[in-house]
C-alpha cells in the first residue's frame, strides 16, 4: 500500500536533521496525510491584507493567469478558509484557499506542491508557472523563501528573470497552539520593494466530506 502525500513527508527529506528542530505541533500538523476527498481544513482571519501600488497594478495586470495569486486589494479582518488535499494517482499536495474580502466576491486562489527530481521543493501556481522554495528553522518555527520563478512548459523549467516576477516571496508559519498558528507572507521586489502583505493567524478544523 503506497504513503498518501503530506507535506510532512516532503518537508522532511527537504530540511533532514532540520526537521527534529521545528515545534512539535508544527511537526504533528504538516504530517497529516489528506486522503482524496477528505482535505485538511484550516480556518483563519488575516489582520493585514495589503498590497502596494506597484502590487495593484500586478495583481490586475496576471489574474487571468494566476487569478487569485496575487490580490490586488487591501483589507483588514478578511477571513480566509482554507483545503489541503490530494488526488488519486498524483504525490502532488493541493491547497486552496477562499479570501472574504469586504464587499467583494470571493477570491478563490489554488496551488500545489510538488517535489523535483533533485529534491526541491516546488510550488505551481497556474499555467506552468511556479516558484522554487527553500526551507529553513528558526526558532521553532518553519520558514520558506523563493529562490527564482520558473515556467514549467513541457517538463522543462524556463527560469524567469528576477525583476520580471512579482519579487521574492518570504513566508513564515509560527506556532501558537496545538491547534493555532500565525502565517505572515510577504512579497518583496527588487525595484519597488514589498508588495504584497499577508498576515492572520489559523486554526484547525475537522476534516470535510469531499475536496472542492
Known amino acids: 500500500m503506497s504513503v498518501l502525500p503530506s507535506e510532512g513527508e516532503l518537508f522532511k527529506r527537504v530540511l533532514g536533521a532540520e526537521w527534529s528542530k521545528l515545534h512539535p505541533d508544527i511537526q504533528r500538523r504538516f504530517d497529516k496525510n489528506p ?14 491584507l495589503r498590497a502596494s501600488r506597484f502590487g495593484k497594478l500586478l495583481g490586475h495586470l496576471t489574474r487571468p493567469l494566476i487569478q487569485g495569486a496575487l ?23 493541493y491547497k486552496q484557499r477562499i479570501y472574504r474580502l469586504r464587499g467583494r466576491q470571493p477570491i478563490q486562489f489554488t496551488s500545489y506542491m510538488a517535489e523535483s527530481d533533485k529534491g526541491e521543493v ?30 514549467d512548459v513541457l517538463g522543462w523549467r524556463m527560469p524567469l528573470p528576477g525583476l520580471l516576477t512579482p519579487g521574492k516571496t518570504f513566508l513564515c508559519h509560527r506556532n501558537n497552539a496545538p491547534n493555532q498558528f500565525d502565517i505572515r507572507i510577504e512579497i518583496r521586489h527588487a525595484l519597488f520593494g514589498t508588495a504584497f502583505v499577508q498576515a492572520g493567524v489559523f486554526h484547525e478544523c475537522e476534516q470535510v466530506k469531499e475536496a472542492a
Do not use: A
Not at 485538511?40 to 482571519?45: P, V
Not at 483588514?76 to 498524483?90: A, E, F, L
Open 35 to 48: 486522503e482524496p476527498g477528505k482535505p485538511l481544513l484550516y480556518h483563519g482571519r488575516l489582520g493585514e
Open 71 to 93: 490580490i490586488p486589494y487591501s483589507d483588514t479582518d478578511v477571513p480566509v478558509d482554507i483545503q489541503v488535499y490530494s488526488k488519486h494517482g498524483s504525490r502532488n499536495i
Open 122 to 151: 516546488l510550488e505551481y501556481v497556474g499555467m506552468g508557472l511556479g516558484m522554487k522554495l527553500l526551507l529553513r528553522v528558526e526558532d521553532g518555527n518553519l520558514h520558506f523563501t523563493s529562490d527564482g520563478y520558473f515556467w
